[in-house]
């Protein structure tokens, strides 16, 4: 990771590149449309990874009310630079943010990357229970 150069600049992002990702590979958005990512990171507070020559290698962002509550989702790791930590350093991110606001309850959804995860302190949703959703998404496919 040590290589990698993190950014909270929202400018600096390379829409073309994350558009592609989310709509393309992104298990729980193939199909989301540029204008429908690109408000979704507007409204967000977003990051990105980039390599020493400036080329965005990962992308994440957080939506939160900057209180009580922050979601880290469509994290994002380029194929050509999975396998080097940069999720875990997306998902560390998204517990510093969280703390730097004094906000005690960050969550995610993930199909498959439990361990990058819980490397930063993620564990299994307590009292599944009290939590309900409406998600009128298709089936992921």
Known sequence: MSDYRLSENPTELDMDRVVRWIS??????????????????ANSFPVGL????????????IVSDRATFTWLCD???????????????????????AE?????????????AHG????AGF??????ERWMEIDRRPPFG
Not at 123 to 128: A, C
Request: no cysteine; hydrophobic share 40%; proline share 4%.
């Open 100 to 112: 730097r606001h004094d906000i005690k309850r960050v969550i995610l959804a993930t199909l498959d």
């Open 24 to 41: 393309t590979d992104a298990y729980w958005a193939k199909g989301r449309t540029r204008e429908l990512i690109e408000r979704a990171f």
């Open 123 to 128: 564990t299994p949703i307590g009292h599944p």
């Open 116 to 119: 990058v995860y819980a490397k």
């Open 50 to 61: 980039y390599t020493p020559s400036g080329t965005q290698a990962a992308v994440a962002r």
């Open 75 to 97: 994290v994002y790791v380029d194929r050509d630079h999975r396998g080097r930590g940069l999720g875990t350093t997306l998902a560390d991110w998204s517990v510093a943010w």
